[in-house]
């Protein structure tokens, strides 16, 4: 009997969707939305990595876990459009490279060094959800960050740390996949997806 191939796909994961499939929890199914609402995938599908509920963007998705550990684990790229509270200084942005001290697990970590660039707005994004609360207190900025790890929550309290809370936050790319080309809640099938 032939070894079945393993499937890919990546998508773009809306505001406000957890990036499971479902939960066998019916109560959950009440408030929550989960991915196996975008499309039918395969059993054995799982996520590479994940987005918070209040994070966009892309995710991949594998049913090969050997590769999706091996991503996870290999210090892979992956670089974020965010909308930050506030008009972010060059001094900020310097910090935010170098590394800041954010909390993880109980304890203080040091994040490793980044790239970080302004943005003017990104155009190709679609609207922002409403329950986003953009432009309420001062301007905004937006900054292009690319880390090579992914703490709980890291972005969000990395531009904290500088004193310009996250309001927006959108993956672009993981490696040499781009979210570029793919609408809200659409999932494309891919032929190949190595390890980074």
């Known amino acids: 009997m032939p070894i079945k191939e393993h499937q890919h796909f990546k998508l773009y994961k809306p505001f406000g969707m957890l990036s499971q499939i479902s939960s066998n929890e019916a109560r959950q199914h009440r408030t929550k939305r989960f991915l196996g609402e975008l499309y039918d995938f395969p059993e054995r599908i799982m ?18 876990g050997k590769l999706s550990d091996t991503i996870n684990r290999s210090g892979t790229e992956k670089e974020y459009y965010a909308l930050l509270d506030g008009e972010i200084t060059t001094k900020a942005m310097e910090t935010l490279q170098k590394g800041v001290e954010i909390g993880f697990e109980g304890k203080r970590y040091t994040t490793k060094p980044c790239k970080v660039k302004p943005l003017a707005e990104p155009r190709f994004l ?11 207190h001062r301007p905004n900025s937006w900054i292009g960050i690319t880390v090579t790890e992914g703490k ?12 310009f809370p996250t309001l927006r936050l959108v993956r672009v790319r993981i490696g040499p996949v781009y979210l570029k080309g793919l609408s809200e809640g659409e999932v494309e099938a891919i032929d190949t997806l190595t390890a980074m």
């Open 126 to 136: 679609p609207d922002a959800n409403k329950k986003i609360r953009i432009g309420r």
């Open 47 to 64: 996520p590479i990595g994940r987005l918070d509920e209040k994070s966009e963007g892309l995710l991949l998705m594998t049913t090969d």
């Open 152 to 163: 709980f929550r890291q972005i969000r309290k990395m531009t904290a740390a500088v004193g």
